[in-house]
Structure formats: C-alpha cells, structure tokens
C-alpha cells in the first residue's frame, strides 16, 4: 500500500521560503507513469493544484505560481520537495503531497495522498 | 488557467439522488476523458470517487457515477446517504499538462 507524508515547519515568515518534503513508501517516486504531486488547501477554501515532478526530474507547475515554485526528486531517499519563494499570508494552507498516474488512455490524481500539514505564513 | 465551475453547494433528501456539474473548457474538461471527482470531509484529505469521467475505483459505492457532455462534466449520487454529506471536487487534466480543479461543492443532506 502506497503511503505518502509530509514534513516541514509549520510556520513560515512573510518573503522567505517556505519548504516541504514528502516521503514515500510502499511505491517508488522512481517508477515511470506516475507524477508526483503537491496540491494546497487555504482554510475554508477549495483545492489548487501546485505542480508536479516525473522521475525523470521533469516537472510542471501552475502558471500562477511557475515563478515561486521549484519541486524536486531524492529517488535515494524516495522523497519529492516543494520549495515555494517569497511567500505571504495568501499562501497559508494546508499542503498535501499526492501521487497521479497517466498512461495513453488514463490520467488522474489517485487515491494517495498525504494526510496533509498546515504551513502558517506569519511574522 | 481558471478553475473549473462548480456550484458552491447542493442539498438533497435521505434516498433521493442530487447531481453536480463541472464546467470548464475545450482545453480542459472538454479536450480529454480525464476528469475526476473527489469528496473530502472536514479536517480529511480528499478521496477520490470517480476517474476518467465515468470510471470508479474500487470500494467506491456504485451510487456514484460520472458523466460529461462537451465542456461540462457531471457526478451524480443516488439514494443519498447522510454518510455522503461532504464537500465535492472536480479535476480535469489539461491541454498544459497541468491539474485544474473545480472551486468544489458543498453537499448538504437534508
């Protein structure tokens, strides 16, 4: 059974960098067809979806956030990290890592998902 | 890219069915078979309910289905459930290679 977990601090200062780490088991972020995913929730608010990273290294983020946002692959360590710059209030949220599958025929987020971390951006 | 759109919220009956639609674009939801439903419950993280417009993964109660008509994809659930009182997401996949989602719906049961 694939597992995924967050980890970071929870509390981020206005204009610094917020950072993230997701580690996986029971899978490999080195396996091909799957993109791994980070996604954020601002309280009370709907979901948006950050970017993702293949194990190739390439990644793909939201144009809303392509300039803030750098996501990287440790496959000795089967971890994937969200680094996301000059950060402010609007940016507090719950972060979740998340794994997505597409062939030819299929592509979606799948049911694995972390179980989510709240990062505050606050002076 | 703009979120996918969906109704801020819908209510039904115990065994009634209720319907939530997902408008997005030919560059979205209209362009590929690769929308999916979510349902999340205060403090979870979503669950994924139905992939690639109309398939269910397993465990998935056959209550749920999903369908889609040109830019507009749809999630009904049949004979209500209290259990299913959440709030509803959509995704599609897009012409950018990118996830999009809808700005999700609040599904009330009476």
């Known amino acids: 059974q694939v597992q995924l977990q967050e980890s970071g601090p929870g509390l981020v200062k206005p204009s610094e960098t917020l950072s993230l780490t997701c580690t996986v088991s029971?899978?490999?972020?080195?396996?091909?067809?799957?993109?791994w995913s980070w996604i954020r929730q601002p309280p009370g608010k709907g979901l948006e979806w950050i970017g993702y990273?293949?194990?190739?290294?390439?990644?793909n983020s939201n144009p809303s956030l392509k300039s803030r946002v750098t996501i990287s692959v440790d496959t000795s360590k089967n971890q994937f990290s969200l680094k996301l710059n000059s950060v402010t209030a609007a940016d507090t949220a719950v972060y979740y890592c998340?794994?997505?599958?597409?062939?030819?025929?299929?592509?979606?987020?799948?049911?694995?998902w972390g179980q989510g971390t709240l990062v505050t951006v606050s002076s | 890219q703009s979120a996918l759109t969906q109704p801020a919220s819908v209510s039904g009956s115990p065994g009634q069915s209720i319907t939530i639609s997902c408008t997005g674009t030919?560059?979205?939801?209209?362009?590929?078979?690769?929308v999916s439903w979510y349902q999340q419950h205060p403090g979870k993280a979503p669950k994924l309910m139905i992939y690639?417009?109309?398939k269910r993964p397993s465990g998935v109660s056959n209550r749920f289905s999903g369908s889609k008509s040109g830019n507009t994809a749809s999630l009904t659930i049949s004979g209500l459930q209290a259990e299913d009182e959440a709030d509803y997401y959509c995704?599609?996949?897009?012409?950018?290679?990118?996830?999009?989602f809808g700005g999700g719906t609040k599904l009330t049961v009476l």
């Open positions: 030919g560059s979205d939801v209209g362009g590929y078979n690769y």
């Open positions: 998340a794994r997505a599958y597409c062939s030819r025929t299929s592509c979606y987020l799948e049911d694995y």
């Open positions: 690639d417009v109309s």
């Open positions: 990273i293949y194990y190739t290294g390439s990644t």
């Open positions: 995704s599609s996949y897009t012409s950018s290679n990118t996830w999009v």
């Open positions: 029971g899978g490999s972020v080195s396996s091909g067809s799957y993109y």
